[in-house]
């Protein structure tokens, strides 16, 4: 198992389009991916779930990743959260 604290920098947080970027790229792995955020583990790979711990802009989050490809996997989710998603 790998982990990484991270924050989340795009304005609007966590919200429906990076949320679906997030499990689109992450669906990819075979490893499993949870966001540790308020006190609450939540499945990465669950579009639903994300949405619902409404993770917002500053918010300081854990990323852990546990399975064959967790490094990449890791690497790939924090690049994403550290970039904004792009926005």
């Known amino acids: 198992m790998v982990s990484q ?4 920098t795009n304005e609007m947080g966590f919200h429906m389009r990076p ?3 997030f499990v689109t ?3 990819k792995y075979k490893s ?6 308020n006190d ?3 499945n990465g790979k669950s579009i639903m779930n994300i949405m619902a711990a409404c993770i917002k802009c500053g918010s300081e989050i854990t990323v852990e990743c546990d399975g064959e490809d967790e490094s990449a996997m890791l690497e790939e989710a924090i690049g ?8």
């Open 25 to 27: 790229a992450m669906t």
């Open 5 to 8: 604290n991270t924050k989340i």
């Open 40 to 42: 609450k583990k939540i």
């Open 32 to 37: 499993n991916i949870f966001i540790i955020a």
């Open 80 to 87: 994403l959260i550290e970039s904004g998603f792009g926005e």
């Open 19 to 21: 949320a679906n970027v």
